[in-house]
């Protein structure tokens, strides 16, 4: 009977604190009249939200509670929502390249040119020509070389990537300094293309590239500094309150420690969870076991790895050769089986795992690495297919049974719609960048950027998501718009998704009460403009832990 009592004294309380009942709330601020997205499922639109101390402790439409704050702000009917998440960004790469030569938009190979020449009469004597991020299917598929460039820089090294990160042109003053020439052994996982007479054309595409990263000079203490707070004022600018740091090229071994500097030093604002190279795995389980696992602001243990290489450079790993490419079909960056071990070592320790894959063959055999190695309990796992672009319908459906996440960067498919099909033909294409199957086979589908492979912004993600309308306008329909997603479900990918995927969903990723409190304030509700105007939508403020961090 006691039991009985209480119980009913219990649910009586519950009762008496919903939001049909007068309660008072405590604020600092008092958010009001605004068209809040909380992304919490199922939930309607709020137009009130009280923050005290960082933290959500109000959403709703105000009308039966009594909140107390220190500050008001009228939204004036802007749309909230909560910040954006990004799943995947080269974070100090991209610091990098917003101070380097830009060649993304370079259409023709006089205009690449100009730009690296002009960019390398600005820096003084030796110092290297970095990032670059260039797109050689603008002017039709045909790879640069080293003899466009050598002549005007003759002592400045150059090693610029293609915007994917798998291949780069190297100069020849970089390659001599990296000790590459025609009797080069092509390391495992990589290749130096080669001229008609055997000399290397300036091409390195993947595991060749670290052949000159090598020989590139350490950055400074200040320039780290310089590049993570060009990243970080990019990133607020654009409403991320949080981005999944990923590590892929010559700042691998600088990414951390650059971090946790900024943190020292009270400079890091936004919220970082950085992923180290799995290949590391024992350094970054020992860095668990002394200090935990980070703090709110700064956070570690999840470990990248790879598989493949990527669909642009012709080294995604396939079951059949490439269309346009036919004596390759791609290939492995690494022993399969040597990978597997080591994900199993990683994963039993408690490390997290976020494995890249792109090719129908790479992301086969890494599902059923992941499902050999987790058993039973795979879904809690949460492991992570990086990219995922071109899956079998079979690798659908076991990622979806498996809980599998697919992290995914949805600007990729607006670009590379341009030139796909001439890869892998009509057949294969047809799963590529499957947005809309992923999520009605029960996939958890987390969007980013791959920042600077992709521009950073997440309105610019969303309308690619959502529009499927490819670069050069050649596709204003929408490119396999079969595999087109909803607005909500593009923004849940870019929030409530990828704080699941961070272990951190308890406390990030939508608005509610106990929660963080990280917005971003928007000119334009993306849900009612038209398609084709999100990636024209503005961000206005972004907010951290109820501190405004951007304010245009």
């Known amino acids: 009977m006691k039991n009985s009592i209480a119980i009913l004294i219990l649910l009586t309380l519950v009762a008496c604190s919903s939001e049909t009942s007068t309660s008072d709330v405590a604020a600092d601020t008092l958010y009001t009249n605004g068209v809040i997205w909380t992304g919490a499922s199922g939930a309607p639109d709020a137009s009130v939200m009280a923050v005290k101390d960082g933290v959500v402790t109000y959403v709703g439409n105000g009308q039966d509670v009594k909140i107390a704050a220190n500050e008001t702000v009228d939204l004036g009917g802007r749309f909230v929502m909560p910040g954006f998440i990004d799943n995947h960004v080269h974070f100090l790469d991209g610091g990098a ?44 598929g045909e790879l640069p070389r080293k003899e466009w460039i050598d002549a005007a820089t003759p002592d400045t090294p150059v ?58 000079p350490p950055m400074s203490t200040d320039e780290k500094l310089a590049v993570f707070e060009l990243a970080q004022s990019h990133a607020l600018s654009l409403g991320l309150t949080e981005v999944h740091a990923v590590t892929n090229g010559p700042m691998d071994a600088e990414m951390l420690d650059a971090f946790r500097l900024a943190h020292d030093r009270g400079l890091m604002k936004i919220r970082i969870y950085a992923l180290t190279p799995i290949d590391n795995w024992e350094s970054a389980r020992d860095r668990v076991a002394g200090e935990g696992y980070g703090d709110d602001l ?27 490419v036919p004596e390759t079909s791609g290939f492995p960056l690494g022993d399969p089986d040597t990978l597997k071990a080591t994900m199993a070592d990683a994963d039993a320790a408690g490390l997290k795992l976020a494995i890249h894959a792109i090719g129908d063959k790479a992301i086969d055999v890494l599902i059923e690495n ?16 990086e990219h995922f672009q071109h899956p079998s319908t079979a690798a659908i459906e076991k990622a979806g049974e498996s809980g599998i996440i697919a992290s995914m960067q949805p600007y990729h498919a607006i670009d590379d719609g341009r030139w796909a099909e001439k890869r892998i033909g009509s ?55 079969q595999e087109k997603i909803t607005v909500e479900e593009a923004l849940s990918a870019y929030t409530a998704a990828n704080a699941y995927s961070g272990f951190e969903e308890d406390r990030a990723g939508t608005l509610e009460a106990g929660k963080r409190a990280d917005f971003a304030m928007l000119s334009d509700d993306p849900r009612t403009v038209v398609p084709a105007d999100i ?17 245009k």
Do not use: C
Request: cysteine-free.
């Open 427 to 481: 057949e294969r294409i047809k799963t590529t960048y499957a947005f809309r199957s992923l999520l009605d086979a029960g996939v958890i589908l987390s969007f980013g950027s791959d920042w600077p492979v992709a521009p950073l912004s997440p309105l610019a993600g969303v309308y690619a998501a959502v529009t499927r309308q490819t670069i050069d306008g050649l596709n204003p329909d929408g490119w396999q718009a």
């Open 97 to 140: 390249a917003l101070a380097s030569v830009d060649l993304r938009d370079a259409a023709t190979p006089e205009e690449f040119t100009k730009r690296i020449i002009d960019y390398a009469g600005t820096l003084p004597q030796g110092r290297w020509v970095l990032n670059g991020n260039w797109d050689h299917e603008w002017w039709g």
């Open 535 to 551: 990636r024209n939508i503005e961000v206005l403020e972004t907010v951290i832990d109820g501190v405004s961090v951007f304010k």
């Open 370 to 385: 992941m499902r050999a190695i987790a058993g039973a309990d795979i879904k809690s796992r949460r492991y992570r297919i």
């Open 159 to 216: 090693f610029i990537h293609r915007l994917d990160g798998h291949m780069a042109l190297a100069n020849s003053a970089a390659l001599k300094l990296a000790g590459v020439d025609a009797a080069t052994a092509t390391p495992d996982g990589g290749e130096i293309v080669h001229d008609a007479t055997g000399e290397p054309t300036g091409i390195l595409k993947d595991n060749a590239m670290d052949l000159v990263f090598a020989a590139i």
């Open 298 to 324: 700064l956070r570690w243990g999840g470990l990248k790895g790879f598989v493949d290489g990527s669909l642009g450079s012709t080294t995604a790993w396939f079951y059949e050769p490439f269309t346009d």
